[in-house]
């Protein structure tokens, strides 16, 4: 079983431009998850869509956004990169079950954005 | 303030020797705690998912422990192998107020060095 596929595994970007991230998640999971992970802060959480819906949402600006097509693939946009949005951003699937306690992430191996 | 703690930021230690991370954490309400593996330019992977009501679970040469009164958990890592060396992340979710959704609190991970 193919694991989750994300594209492209780096992006050189300069400030002000946008960015559009894709995700592939495993065969028949239909959540999607999305993180940021940085050296100072750590991994946060984005968001996640479940069944082209975003059905939970960190704490970021409006300037990050996504969305779910129906076969589940799911893509991320940022508008007007800062320097600061430089970062490893991470997708993750899992099947959706709502009782949280159950639902394992697999995560794919993320894409690298450099923001000059 | 929702947080999570882990110590100690970094360990070395000789292959085959044991080890045990420590998580601790102030998120109320709680709802379940994750440990993650990281290798270096690779996506987390999850070791154990433990909701209040378990108090340890297993995953191979890995045991995560929970106690949600003292609301600490430990990742105890048995015959330690050199592939065991990577970022060990904490995370714990918790419900919000609004129906359905949750918000994930990351500890800043241990990072593991096993030497021969």
């Known amino acids: 079983k193919a694991g989750v596929t994300q594209t492209p595994r780096y992006l050189i970007k300069t400030r002000g431009q946008q960015v559009t991230l894709s995700c592939s998640p495993i065969s028949g999971h239909r959540s999607v998850s999305w993180y940021q992970q940085t050296p100072g802060q750590g991994l946060q959480f984005l968001f996640e869509?479940?069944?082209?819906?975003?059905?939970n949402k960190g704490n970021f600006p409006g300037r990050f956004s996504g969305r779910q097509f129906s076969n589940s693939r799911s893509e991320m946009n940022v508008s007007t990169l800062e320097l600061g949005d430089s970062a490893l951003y991470l997708c993750?699937?899992?099947?959706?079950?709502?009782?949280?306690?159950?639902?394992?992430?697999?995560f794919g191996p993320g894409t690298r954005l450099t923001v000059l | 303030k929702n947080q999570v703690e882990q110590s100690p930021q970094s360990l070395i230690i000789l292959e085959g020797k044991n080890c045990t991370l420590q998580?601790?954490?102030?998120?109320?309400?709680?709802?379940?705690l994750r440990w993650y593996k990281q290798d270096t330019g690779r996506g987390p992977v999850s070791l154990t998912i433990?909701?209040?009501?378990?108090n340890t679970k297993s995953n191979g040469r890995y045991t995560a422990t929970l106690d949600a009164d003292t609301k600490q958990s430990s990742l105890h890592i048995t015959a330690s192998q050199l592939s065991d060396s990577a970022s060990y992340i904490c995370v714990v979710s918790c419900p919000r107020n609004t129906s359905g959704t949750y918000k994930y609190i990351f500890g800043t991970g241990t990072r593991l060095k096993v030497l021969a």
């Open positions: 869509y479940f069944s082209e819906t975003q059905r």
């Open positions: 993750a699937s899992s099947l959706g079950k709502w009782r949280i306690g159950s639902d394992t992430q697999y």
């Open positions: 998580c601790n954490y102030t998120v109320s309400p709680f709802s379940n």
């Open positions: 433990m909701t209040f009501s378990e």
